[in-house]
Structures are given as structure tokens and as C-alpha cells.
């Protein structure tokens, strides 16, 4: 695995990393709103005969014909295969510029700078990349990791208080899939106050411990999926839609329903099933979902990628701290589990 740099100067360890990499020329992708707020910070040290090009930000841009935008701009400025890519933005962002990076001249090096805490947390370890496809959320990907990631906490000054929240649903769930006492010693009822470099660090080095024993998701990086199995499928329902959740509030819909499945199928006991949905609820409120968006909902869970066959197989924990993967879920649990949350109450 490549190195993770921790940095409390951007500028100067980007510097640092550009000085010691040989490129033939540096191509920096951004979003709108990166490029207004992120880029300011390291733009002067930037090699002059640098190409900068800007997306437009969010999900619902993921896709491959942001893709296409990105290999013509790639192409017009003539980069070869020694030619070095910079990411500048959040997880949407560093998947499919690195995915662009990755099938450019059937590969060209890449740099990723998260700016958001989910990116930070979770999109800077592991090599996942690719873009959504037909309304399914990271249909086409490859695995490929950058030269390094520079994780710069002076980024998280630039974001609202939304975007903290929705970051901070993947600090909880890598508590509730490895470190019990992680997970006790998050505050849930004042998170905005929360210290993030420590954080950062320990997420980083939990996730980092799962993908180096198995880089390629054959086992036990199934379990980095809790939550995200159900998560997925509501985030991607209401991506166009006036009821919009961000990852992390996707997820923590989830997290829960998920945990009533852990409750039901394996060794989950009533009282954790009640501290998670309680945490949760008190940092996520709860999300109104009607019996009308249940068919559709469903049908996206039935296209994820862990499923095996027609088997739908979900990552569940037997208790805090401890999660396993490859459970077998049918349609009408997914429902149950859903139904559960609905009728959850959360004054």
C-alpha cells in the first residue's frame, strides 16, 4: 500500500511529494467548489505549464460521461504515460479522476488530496475507483492505488457543517466493525465539536489494517460494507430527487437497518441494537421513507456488488466491535428491516 501523509501544511508536503516524483507534465482535477475553496491553498507552488481542469461537483456527475470530459481535456493537453495526476476533492472526485488516471494510456500516476472528512476517513485508503453506471452506484471501477494521498485537515475549515456529518458516519461505522472502545469514545451528542485529526488517524488506521490483508475485497474487506448494502440503495433512490441524502445520512439509515438484521440473524444483542440506533439517531434525526419508495429501494439493493448471484450477501456485526461477512439476506428482510426503521421513534 502506498504512503498516507498526514499533513498540517498542504502546501508544503505537497511540495515535498512533487520534488521527489519525476513527471512529464501535471494534470489537476478539480470541482467548483474545490476549485474555489481548496485550490487557493497549494495553487502558487504548482508548476506553471500545469492543466487544470473543473467538474461540475456532486454524485449525480459520477458518471462516465464526466469521464469522457476528463480523457479530452486528458488528450488536448497532449499528456503521456509519465504525465501525473492530482485530485483535488472529495470521494466523488478521487474515484473517477483516479478511474480516468487508471485507464488514460492504460494507466498514468495519480495523487489524491481528500478535502472532505468522508474522503479523508474512508476514499484515501483501499484503491477503490470507478463512476456510477445506469443509476448504480460504482458499477464500473478498477482497483488502483495512488502514489500517495495527502490528507491535509486545513481542508475541513473549508466544508459545511453537512458534509463533517456525513463524513462522520464512516468514523462510526469503522467502530462498530473493529473497536468497540472507538466506538464508546465518540461523543454523539455535541460530534460538532469533535477533535478530527485523532479521529482521522485511528478511521485511517482501521481500514488501512482490513485492506492490507485483503486488497482486492475476497473476505474480510467485505465487512467495510456494513451499513452500505441498504445505504447504497437509498442514497442512490434519492440522489435527483427533493428528499437528496448525502452519503453518510444514507448510510446511517443503513447502519441501523442493518444492525436490526445483525439483531436477527446472528448475535447482536437487543440492548447494542439500541445503543447504535440511538447514537445514530441523535446525530442523523430520522429520514422519512414511504411504503411507495420500498419496490425501487429493493430493486437497488438486488444490483449490489456483494451479492453473489442472485444471493444477496450482507456484512453484519455479532456484536459491537466485531463484524462478519457473506450473510445470506433475503428481499423480504430487507423490507423487514426497513419497516423497523420506519417505525422507529426519534424526538
Not at 187 to 203: G, R
Request: aromatic letters at 8%.
Amino acid at each position: 500500500m502506498k504512503p498516507i501523509i498526514f499533513s498540517e501544511n498542504a502546501s508544503a508536503d505537497l511540495t515535498a511529494v512533487l520534488g521527489e516524483l519525476k513527471f512529464s507534465s501535471l494534470f489537476i482535477l478539480t470541482d467548483e467548489n474545490t476549485k474555489t475553496h481548496c485550490l487557493p491553498r497549494i495553487e502558487e507552488l504548482l508548476p506553471s505549464n500545469s492543466t487544470f481542469l473543473t467538474i461540475e461537483p456532486g454524485e449525480k456527475n459520477k458518471t462516465i460521461a464526466t469521464c469522457m470530459q476528463i480523457w479530452a481535456a486528458m488528450t488536448e493537453a497532449q499528456l503521456d504515460r509519465k504525465a501525473l495526476f492530482l485530485n483535488i476533492g472529495g470521494g466523488v472526485l478521487g474515484d473517477m479522476g483516479g478511474f480516468c488516471a487508471s485507464i488514460y494510456k492504460r494507466g498514468i500516476r495519480f495523487i489524491n488530496m481528500p478535502t472532505t472528512l468522508l474522503s479523508q476517513v474512508d476514499a484515501s485508503v483501499g484503491g477503490k475507483l470507478g463512476v456510477d453506471f445506469e443509476g448504480l452506484k460504482n458499477h464500473l471501477g478498477v482497483f488502483n492505488e495512488p502514489e500517495t494521498v495527502i490528507v491535509a485537515s486545513e481542508f475541513l475549515q473549508t466544508l459545511p457543517q453537512q458534509e463533517i456529518r456525513s463524513g462522520y458516519a464512516e468514523i462510526i461505522k469503522h467502530g462498530l466493525i473493529k473497536d468497540k472502545t472507538y466506538f464508546e469514545s465518540l461523543d454523539f451528542d455535541n460530534w460538532q465539536n469533535s477533535y478530527w485529526s485523532p479521529l482521522i488517524h485511528h478511521s485511517v488506521s482501521i481500514k488501512k489494517e482490513v485492506v492490507t490483508e485483503d486488497p482486492k475485497e475476497a473476505g474480510l474487506r467485505k465487512i467495510l460494507n456494513f451499513g452500505h448494502t441498504i445505504g447504497h440503495a437509498f442514497e442512490t433512490y434519492f440522489l435527483d430527487g427533493l428528499r437528496h441524502l448525502l452519503h453518510g445520512e444514507a448510510i446511517a439509515v443503513g447502519m441501523i437497518c442493518e444492525a436490526w438484521l445483525s439483531h436477527q440473524k446472528l448475535t447482536l444483542s437487543t440492548a447494542e441494537l439500541e445503543t447504535i440506533q440511538s447514537a445514530l439517531l441523535k446525530v442523523y434525526g430520522k429520514i422519512e421513507i414511504l411504503d411507495s419508495d420500498l419496490p425501487a429501494v429493493l430493486d437497488f439493493c438486488l444490483q449490489d456488488k456483494k451479492n453473489e448471484g442472485k444471493e444477496l450477501m450482507f456484512s453484519l456485526l455479532n456484536e459491537i466491535g466485531d463484524c462478519t461477512y457473506n450473510i445470506p439476506i433475503t428481499r423480504e428482510e430487507i423490507r423487514n428491516s426497513i419497516a423497523y426503521y420506519q417505525n422507529l421513534t426519534h424526538s
